[in-house]
């Protein structure tokens, strides 16, 4: 979905530039401003871990929502701060989340999730409580290498770093590792306990922006931002593509509206010291992505 999305952003971008062309002229001198903005997303929300069948030891995508109860549609907020100096320089800090929780009364599937050399294992029909909590925090730097009378368009490179922490409370198994593979798991201590696993990853992103003013006090806006990186044994990529309507209110005050998806990746991979060789035991998956309206208040000094 990915490739679509940013293949009509880059056909948007340089289109903004020729509708204008007629009319362009230099820009006028900016003072320097900072920008607040405060708003929210109301999201449509699909996320997935791949778990282990500990029936037949392969693996099968666990969905957060239909087999897991998490909502599948929420209001998320997200805060942003930017400021453009020097007429052509922006810095930005920006922040999303989305924490759920959630209890399912009688798991349908058995499965199997590694954590720290240790496995778990879910029987169905157990009461499981889940937790899924993502957090991401930006900062950025934006240059508008292109500028007219009323259009922008600019490149952007940041630093995203993520905080995923997934939690299941529930009566679950737990398997103990031995020092050697042909007796691992055969020690399972069941008991009522809460399995917690943080990540926090820091990962670079670059991104292309761009804006029109199409009709006086009226904006358009459109940004494309996608990182991937493989740090250790954790691997991420995010996805964020958004374009929104701005509209003034008064000198200092804004109103937006737009679309955005956004889609994130975290991947671990599991292994074991087994007399002194690393095995794979299973590769934890953790996917979140979504597609929905936004909307915002902007403060501009």
């Not at 530039?17 to 997303?41: C, H, M, R």
């Not at 009364?105 to 496995?119: G, N």
């Amino acid at each position: 979905m990915f490739k679509p999305l940013m293949s009509c952003l880059l056909l948007i971008l340089p289109s903004l530039v020729w509708a204008s062309a007629d009319n362009s002229s230099e820009p006028a001198k900016l003072p320097d401003q900072y920008t607040f903005n405060i708003g929210g997303f109301y999201a449509n929300s699909d996320s997935y871990m791949v778990v282990t069948n500990p029936k037949n030891g392969g693996t099968f995508p666990l969905d957060f929502e239909d087999d897991l109860n998490l909502k599948e549609k929420q209001f998320l907020p997200f805060f942003e701060f930017t400021y453009s100096f020097n007429q052509r320089h922006n810095i930005y800090l920006d922040w999303k989340s989305l924490h759920r929780t959630a209890q399912s009364p009688s798991i349908e599937k058995d499965f199997q999730v590694t954590i720290d050399d240790t496995v778990y294992d879910v029987e169905a029909g157990i009461s499981l409580r889940t937790t899924l909590d993502l957090d991401i925090l930006r900062l950025g730097y934006g240059y508008d290498f292109i500028q007219g009378s009323n259009y922008i368009v600019g490149a952007s490179i940041g630093l995203h770093t993520m905080f995923v922490k997934t939690a299941f409370e529930g009566n679950i198994g737990i398997c103990v590792p031995n020092s050697e593979l042909a007796k691992y798991c055969d020690e399972v201590i069941s008991t009522p306990r809460v399995v917690d696993n943080s990540v926090t990853a820091p990962l670079p992103d670059i991104g292309l922006y761009g804006l029109y003013e199409f009709s006086p006090g009226w904006v358009f806006k459109a940004h494309a931002q996608y990182f991937a990186l493989k740090y250790n044994k954790v691997k991420g990529s995010l996805i964020d593509v958004r374009a929104i309507v701005e509209t003034k209110i008064s000198d200092e005050w804004s109103l937006t509206a737009g679309f955005n998806y956004y889609e994130v990746d975290v991947d671990y991979e599991q292994t074991l010291s087994v007399l002194e060789q690393d095995v794979n035991i299973a590769d934890y998956n953790i996917n979140y992505s979504f597609t929905g309206p936004m909307i915002s208040v902007q403060y501009t000094f």
